[in-house]
């Protein structure tokens, strides 16, 4: 037994559902769920994370274990997949670990600017946010931008009127500061400055949040918040927000969440691609996902990758960076969290204790 934060944990090494080699191209994460099952998968950004401290991945982890829970809190009462991604992306941004709401990295004028969507695979119904500042959930406002406005996306203070509209409070922008951020904001300024090169700074770590779910109704659902990229251009807006990019929902193929370089996943509409593979070439969730992932991103140097859900259960989470963090759970109330770093094996986590 180990402690991960105040949750006991039981350590499971399984070889055979790893993820744990380099460029690993996908893992089927259990069976598929069964008739009135029901499945959630989280990912905290794709990157390199093997220089991070134990203390601090083991930080992260009890915070995707406590946002998956509450995901699953939902799903196991036969609440929507739409309510189980909004409330585990909620914990996500509210942990300030991740490149999402509190957690944002900054932009080149040293200031957070936060994206997010998300999309109800039953309906097509979805919500986007872009460019805001003052929005400490921003996968909530993209929430209520679906089912409260006419309209699929707002930004910039657009979107953060209608957030006054809807009762949210505007928050300082204060809120967002941490010395973390702050010092890999530094970091970043001053290596751009040494190579003097009006380029984007190299940040082999995206921290991103992103969730898929499918309730026990055979709902998919899927959203992605973000704080973008480091030193991004003021106004810059990544895939996080963009339908088919960086998120994309339809029950008809799959449920899809990226991380990783943004502007490839645009140029290439990510995860409407893997789903649109599935719906018109009828294959696996897992051949689509890999082909675009491990294919076509790599040939172009896009670096990332994807948490995919499809309506049998089905999961598929190809990266093409060093790791991905995710963290999957299923009726069992079990918690794989596998792909962290190159040679981690799956840790297994019981959600019920
Ligand atoms: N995809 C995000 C963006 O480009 C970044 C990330 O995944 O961390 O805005």
């Known amino acids: 037994m180990k402690a991960i934060g105040s949750i006991t944990i039981v350590l499971v090494a399984i070889a055979t559902i790893g993820v744990a080699s380099h460029f690993r191209s996908s893992a089927a994460v259990g069976a598929a769920a069964p008739p009135s099952g029901f499945v959630l998968v989280a990912h905290g950004g794709a990157g390199d994370y093997s220089s991070m401290k134990a203390e601090q991945t083991e930080m992260r982890r009890s915070a995707m274990l406590k946002a998956v829970q509450s995901g699953y809190a939902i799903l196991t009462k036969k609440g929507s997949s739409l309510d189980a991604v909004e409330a585990t992306i909620r914990v996500m941004e509210d942990s300030g670990l991740f490149d999402a709401g509190r957690g944002s990295y900054y932009t080149r004028e040293g200031i957070p600017e936060m994206d997010a969507s998300i999309m109800d695979g039953r309906t097509l119904n979805a919500g986007a946010v872009a460019s805001l500042k003052h929005i400490a959930n921003p996968i909530h406002l993209a929430r209520l931008v679906m089912e409260k406005s006419p309209h699929v996306m707002l930004v910039g203070e657009g979107a953060e009127e209608f957030a006054r509209s ?136 896009g670096d990332g990758g994807v948490i995919a859900l499809d309506p049998k259960g089905n999961v598929a989470m190809p990266f093409n960076t060093e790791g991905m963090m995710t963290a999957t759970v299923r009726v069992d109330g079990k918690v794989t969290m596998q792909g962290w770093s190159k040679n981690a094996k799956p840790i297994i986590v019981s959600v019920t204790k």
């Open 166 to 301: 809807q009762g949210i409070e505007p928050v300082s922008p204060y809120l967002f500061f941490n010395e973390r951020e702050w010092e890999r904001y530094q970091n970043a300024k001053s290596a751009e400055e040494k190579k003097k090169s009006a380029g984007l700074a190299a940040n082999k770590q995206h921290g991103t949040v992103g969730v898929v779910a499918l309730d026990q109704a055979g709902n998919l659902a899927a959203g992605t918040s973000t704080g973008g990229t480091v030193l991004k251009m003021p106004g810059r807006v990544g895939d996080s927000p963009i339908l088919g990019a960086g998120t994309y929902a339809n029950n008809e193929s799959c449920a899809v969440s990226g991380t990783g370089t943004g502007e490839f996943f645009m140029r290439n509409i990510v995860a409407a691609d893997i789903c649109e593979r599935v719906r018109y070439l009828r294959v696996t969730l897992e051949q689509a996902a890999n082909d675009v992932v491990m294919k076509e991103l790599v040939e172009q140097h």
